[in-house]
């Protein structure tokens, strides 16, 4: 079978408008040339393969345009040779049913063509109308004058193909809508086969009715059908009958057809090019390598263990310790909501390791005033939703995160306040507050627990990690709901009643204070008496009197992610700056000197990124905090200001890059660093790009390969600039920009 030329469609439905008042709908399709330039493309374009040696001959800028994304169409003729086209064929109507993707296309039959037969044309006409002349007839002239294509679909699936244009060094990508098949449609036939039994029927009846003096009576027997069952049901929903049915009710949508040559094809040709070229539209070819190996070959996915599932309302112990420990810890964390840690290894079997229980709470569970309370993600899944409103589970965590943020600082809760901020139902406002807090008059909401003092001075690592934590939801929480943690502490202060406390409880508090300290002062002693006993003599020119300078804290100095303090320590189990035990400017309090543990951590983090935003090195500088063991966190107190020096003291340079006015980006975002030496000879490369985006935001390729051929001559190859491009930069759009600076 020979394969006809096939040609690109554009379907598209429009309104023209005159007077001020919308005209007839206009619907129309288009034919597309289809020749050399214009291409069918399946799976990834397939590249030259050879080895590893094999050098690149040429490049071409791959766009992708969506202007006629969902609107073209291929039609394909296989019935009909290559060499015999319907260019030049009339087109005399088109139609579209666009759910089933269905076309049918009248073309006119050349009647004064020599190879035309007349009379097998006029025997059709008059088997498919008969004799009468009516409106309705499918052939006017009595003669078979035109010829119905029909469409079916090629494939199902279209996501894989497109139509390609390739014009001035640029492939121009355009996704198919479908990919349909004209061929000839004998309904006709069916017609004439449906008149010729009706004529039948007529002659067999005669006129017997008419002799016949009265009718005959006949008896009639009614009866009610059984009420349909679900398997009846579903049977007949799959029937051939009943999809033919379904598909003859979408109606036609009748279309105008333009050829090759009319000037509207050529204006809606001009689509098949990406209109956007400098713009974000193109994001989907912009892929890395890894990520394009995982769209070509998708990994496998595995197989499900089914392991037991604890009950959701009852708990039985017995059949709860049956279950790994992770599960649970899970179920009784989703049945009691909040519960003390000391409770929590109660309830599970004698004998249970606490390390294990500490790593497997973190997993559900997150720490609020020295208490364990249930993550919204467990209590919410993706797929569920609120059962008062109908939210979605995404909105219903973010609203119940903000109401556990803020029983993180405060004791109680003002229903109102809340509802006024995440913007949620009474209903689920209320369900939040009674799963960790209790109602109290006049004082709103309390939390349901008192502060677990003992687990905080346990545990101080497991408290600073979830104190890092929540620093990265109150981030998520103050850009969805478009607030600052300073507004909830200036109404509270401005509401605090002053705390009257009595002789005999500051002298109470002062003396437990001394003994505390005591430990620390007599380790410290120890500590200096050992180092003086170690010291040499020093030269004499070494005698000299050493001042050191002591710089006072700023105002403005805060912890990593606008950390505030509380005026009486932390109710969520992390020392503050203000704490009376924690004096920045003491001898024990958290100073700010880095220590080696962070500046290993920056140098190690730049020499595996080479640029950041100070945004994401704080990032990554809490989930390497999340993910350290127990016990071994010795970072101390971090704020910006001293993560920012250890930065710059790290061989880093901060990268000045002129944001556009129109920039989103925060502060931190805008804070870009380099590393600008790490003892290697491709030091030089990164300076110069460092100094190319100075002074400009985004720059092309060939700039910046100009710039470092004029920097450090010809000896720059083509594998320097990739390298330096890949560890340094990211492409959008056909421009190039400092990683960190585009926002995801």
């Not at 009486?568 to 880095?594: A, K, W």
């Amino acid at each position: 079978m020979s394969w006809g030329k096939p040609g690109v469609y554009k379907v598209r439905h429009s309104s023209t408008e005159t007077g001020g008042q919308a005209t007839k709908e206009e619907k129309v399709v288009t034919e597309l040339p289809f020749d050399k330039s214009t291409l069918a493309t399946s799976d990834a374009v397939l590249m030259a393969s050879g080895e590893e040696d094999d050098p690149i001959i040429q490049e071409i800028e791959v766009y992708l345009a969506k202007s006629l994304a969902d609107k073209l169409y291929l039609f394909q003729y296989p019935v009909r040779p290559a060499s015999m086209t319907y260019d030049d064929v009339t087109h005399l109507s088109a139609k579209i049913k666009p759910k089933q993707q269905k076309v049918e296309l009248e073309v006119a039959i050349d009647t004064l063509s020599p190879n035309y037969c007349r009379s097998k044309g006029e025997q059709i006409a008059l088997n498919v109308d008969g004799t009468s002349l009516e409106d309705s007839s499918t052939y006017s002239i009595k003669m078979m004058d035109k010829q119905t294509f029909s469409s079916i679909q090629a494939t199902t699936n279209t996501t894989r193909y497109a139509a390609a244009v390739f014009r001035k060094g640029e492939l121009h990508l355009t996704p198919l809508q479908g990919i349909l098949q004209m061929r000839p449609s004998f309904s006709y036939l069916d017609k004439a086969d449906s008149k010729h039994k009706e004529r039948e029927a007529a002659n067999e009846a005669g006129d017997s009715s008419q002799d016949e003096a009265e009718d005959d009576i006949k008896q009639i027997t009614v009866r009610f059908s059984r009420p349909e069952s679900e398997q009846a049901r579903q049977r007949r929903i799959q029937s051939y009958e009943f999809l033919q049915k379904k598909q003859a009710e979408e109606p036609w949508v009748h279309l105008h057809y333009h050829d090759l040559k009319d000037g509207r094809s050529e204006h809606e040709r001009q689509y098949l090019y990406c209109q956007a070229m400098d713009t974000t539209e193109n994001t989907e070819l912009v892929k890395t390598p890894s990520e394009y190996l995982a769209m070509l070959m998708p990994p496998l996915a595995e197989e499900k263990i089914v392991k037991p599932v604890g009950p959701s309302n009852v708990v039985s112990m017995a059949q709860l310790r049956t279950l790994p420990l992770g599960d649970q810890v899970k179920t009784l964390m989703k049945n009691v909501k909040v519960m003390p840690f000391a409770n929590l290894m109660g309830l599970l079997a004698s004998g249970t390791d606490s390390t294990a229980v500490l790593r497997c709470i973190q997993q559900v569970a997150l720490l609020v005033q020295g208490n364990w309370v249930v993550k919204s993600d467990v209590l919410y899944p993706k797929s569920s939703c609120s059962p008062h409103s109908g939210v979605p589970a995404e909105v219903l965590c973010r609203g119940r995160d903000f109401v556990m943020w803020r029983f993180t600082h405060e004791r109680s809760l003002m229903r109102k306040e809340v509802t006024s901020v995440i913007k949620l139902p009474p209903e689920d406002v209320k369900d939040f507050l009674e799963q960790m807090a209790v109602p109290r008059a006049n004082r709103g909401w309390e939390f349901l627990l008192p502060t677990d003092h003992d687990f905080v001075k346990k545990h101080p690592d497991v408290a600073q990690r979830q104190h890092m934590l929540w620093l990265g939801i109150q981030n998520k929480l103050e850009k969805v709901f478009n607030f600052s943690k300073e507004d909830f502490l200036q109404k509270k202060d401005a509401q605090m009643e002053p705390i009257h406390v009595s002789g005999e409880q500051r002298l109470k508090m002062a003396l437990e204070n001394a003994r505390e300290r005591h430990g620390f002062l007599q380790k410290d002693l120890d500590t200096q008496q050992l180092k003086a006993s170690t010291v040499t003599t020093l030269p004499s020119g070494a005698n000299a009197l050493v001042r050191i300078k002591e710089e006072p804290l700023s105002d403005s100095e805060e912890t990593m992610d606008m950390s505030a303090s509380l005026p009486n320590g932390s109710l969520n189990g992390y020392p503050s700056v203000e704490s009376p035990d924690l004096d920045p400017r003491s001898d024990h309090g958290v100073g700010q000197t880095p220590t080696p543990e962070l500046r290993d951590f920056v140098q190690s983090t730049f020499r595996k990124h080479f640029v950041l935003c100070l945004s994401e090195v704080k990032r990554l500088f809490n989930l390497h905090l999340a993910s350290l063991p127990t016990g071994h966190c010795r970072f101390g107190h971090v704020t910006d200001r001293m993560l920012q020096d250890t930065i710059l003291h790290s061989h880093c340079k901060q990268i000045l890059v002129p944001f556009p006015p129109q920039s989103s980006a925060s502060a931190d975002e805008q804070k870009v660093f380099g590393l600008w030496e790490s003892g290697e000879t491709f030091d030089k490369h990164r300076q110069v790009l460092f100094e190319i985006f100075m002074k400009n935001y985004r720059v092309r390729r060939n700039v910046i390969q100009t710039r470092l051929t004029q920097e450090l001559g010809e000896a720059v190859t083509k594998s320097d600039v990739d390298r330096l491009l890949k560890e340094c930069c990211i492409s959008l759009g056909g421009m190039w920009y400092l990683k960190g600076t585009v926002q995801s």
